[in-house]
Nanobody
Framework: QVQLVESGGGLVQAGGSLRLSCVVSGRTFNIYKMAWYRQAPGKEREFVADVSWRAGSTYYADSVKGRFTISKDNAKNTMYLQMNSLKPEDTAIYYC??????????WGQGTQVTVSS
């Protein structure tokens, strides 16, 4: 079994920064790729960024490119999302997703990010 726990969300003014963390516990040997998604009120969940667990290659949604940075610490089984220059439209619940080499993905419970104008 795998558990994902996000933290680091909160309320911040536009232009501010937050760093989200996602700690993975359980059967971590099977991680292929990890990602951040977000879901704003009344909208569908959308992709934010992902990182290959072994190679470290990253990919970003156009809406966050240049402002957000995804990173990982394999030794701590932790993924991060550094969010700078936050905008009100970044307000959402942010979810951590683990994509295994085989089997179904796992999701965290989410952490709320609210950006005030």
């Amino acid at each position: 079994q795998v558990q994902l726990v996000e933290s680091g969300g909160g309320l911040v003014q536009a232009g501010g920064s937050l760093r989200l963390s996602c700690v993975v516990s359980g059967r971590t040997f099977n991680i292929y790729k990890m990602a951040w998604y977000r879901q704003a009120p009344g909208k569908e969940r959308e992709f934010v960024a992902d990182v290959s667990w072994r190679a470290g290659s990253t990919y970003y949604a156009d809406s966050v490119k240049g402002r957000f940075t995804i990173s990982k610490d394999n030794a701590k089984n932790t993924m991060y999302l550094q969010m700078n220059s936050l905008k009100p439209e970044d307000t959402a619940i942010y979810y951590c997703r683990l994509g295994p080499s085989f089997g179904s993905p796992y999701w965290g419970q989410g952490t709320q990010v609210t950006v005030s104008s």
